[in-house]
């Protein structure tokens, strides 16, 4: 019966036809019989009540053909699982977010769990850090499970991604370093999405204040940018800026790469770019309501509508608006540190 719970537990509606039951019950019943005998035991115990318009069959013994399922008592059941196996499992692993979140997921998840319990009671939280195929070739015997498997989400959800010390797998962070600048205490980091942008500014990094210029490479900085700190470990307050296309995918990859590294836009490139006529081009890009609002928060309010009706308009700015000699003045001149 726990089994059959489970699975109405996880149907993805609150009414179910009894073509629909039956399907569901099929394993656990060889006769109509058996299937008619769990059915109305789910009945007795308020699991399921009739939906009396839809009427019953004639057949012996007499079912609904559409019942209301009241997830709220399979949920109680749910709950005191997961109540014993978070008293069973080593400590660090914690069950909370599963309770907020349907039993097919924790059915899901619970065979690596166990194997991530195996390994946690063996060999204790590690010391080091390795990269992600090795750590998830430990953990469960699949070196592709946290990368390619679904297995990051799990550990972040049982809160050990990052205790597990977790090298993430991703391309090689891009930049180039100015030597003079990296014994200060306050270091700025300029990323740029382009290639074309990035070339122009290189030749001009060392006569500014910025300590490095991190080839964004497009969407790809928003997984690379967790090399930083292995890369370039220098401690200092690291702060970044961020310079990429004035279009929604650029709004998009800026706003991604905020979530994982506070990257500020560099306002001087973007107000160089208002300056000049846009193109045409990206009717085509989806539009990310929260990535565009937390864009234009950084501008005053009559830039904040000059974007808004441009981006509306299809209208866009490549970052190669601006020219070499131009990149390399504000680059130069602004003051970085005011």
């Known amino acids: 019966m726990e089994q059959i719970e489970k699975r109405l537990a996880a149907f993805p509606k609150r009414t179910i036809s009894l073509v629909e039951l039956e399907k569901l019950i099929e394993p656990f019943a060889r006769t109509y019989e058996e299937f008619a005998e769990i059915v109305l035991g789910l009945e007795a115990d308020g699991t399921l009540e009739m939906i009396k318009a839809r009427g019953r069959t004639t057949r012996t013994p007499s079912l609904a053909f559409q019942y209301r399922i009241h997830k709220h008592r399979l949920m109680e059941d749910y709950y005191r699982e997961l109540q014993r196996w978070q008293n069973r499992l080593y400590p660090?692993?914690?069950?909370?977010?599963?309770?907020?979140?349907?039993?097919?997921?924790?059915?899901?998840?619970?065979?690596?769990?166990?194997?991530?319990?195996?390994?946690?009671?063996?060999?204790?939280?590690?010391?080091?850090?390795?990269?992600?195929?090795?750590?998830?070739?430990?953990?469960?015997?699949?070196?592709?499970?946290?990368t390619e498997g679904g297995g990051r989400e799990v550990l972040e959800r049982i809160g050990l991604f990052d205790r597990l010390r977790i090298?993430?797998?991703?391309?090689?962070?891009?930049?180039?370093?100015?030597?003079?600048?990296?014994?200060?205490?306050?270091?700025?980091?300029?990323?740029?999405e382009n290639k074309t942008t990035y070339q122009a500014l290189l030749p001009a990094l060392l006569d500014t204040v910025f300590s490095t210029l991190i080839y964004g490479k497009g969407k790809t900085?928003?997984?690379?940018?967790?090399q930083f700190s292995l890369q370039y470990p220098v401690k200092a307050d690291?702060?970044?800026?961020?310079?990429?296309?004035?279009?929604?995918?650029?709004?998009?990859?800026?706003?991604?790469?905020?979530?994982?590294?506070?990257?500020?836009?560099?306002?001087?490139?973007?107000?160089?770019?208002?300056?000049?006529?846009?193109?045409?081009?990206?009717?085509?890009?989806?539009?990310?309501?929260?990535?565009?609002?937390?864009?234009?928060?950084?501008?005053?309010?009559?830039?904040?509508?000059?974007?808004?009706?441009?981006?509306?308009?299809?209208?866009?700015?490549?970052?190669?608006?601006?020219?070499?000699?131009?990149?390399?003045?504000?680059?130069?001149?602004?003051?970085?540190?005011?």
């Open 92 to 146: 660090a692993i914690q069950l909370d977010a599963y309770y907020g979140k349907d039993p097919s997921v924790w059915e899901r998840d619970k065979p690596f769990i166990v194997q991530i319990d195996d390994y946690l009671n063996t060999h204790s939280l590690p010391h080091e850090a390795v990269a992600a195929p090795e750590r998830s070739m430990e953990l469960v015997g699949d070196e592709k499970w946290i």
């Open 167 to 192: 090298i993430p797998v991703s391309d090689p962070l891009m930049f180039a370093v100015h030597p003079g600048n990296m014994a200060q205490a306050v270091q700025l980091h300029l990323i740029v």
């Open 221 to 226: 900085v928003i997984s690379s940018i967790a």
């Open 238 to 338: 690291h702060r970044f800026y961020y310079f990429g296309d004035i279009d929604r995918e650029g709004v998009a990859i800026w706003h991604s790469l905020f979530q994982k590294k506070p990257a500020l836009p560099a306002l001087p490139f973007y107000r160089a770019c208002l300056q000049k006529e846009p193109a045409r081009g990206k009717e085509y890009q989806i539009e990310r309501t929260e990535a565009l609002a937390s864009f234009l928060s950084y501008f005053a309010p009559d830039e904040r509508e000059r974007l808004c009706e441009l981006l509306a308009s299809g209208l866009y700015y490549p970052q190669e608006t601006l020219k070499t000699r131009e990149l390399q003045h504000i680059w130069r001149e602004w003051q970085w540190t005011s």
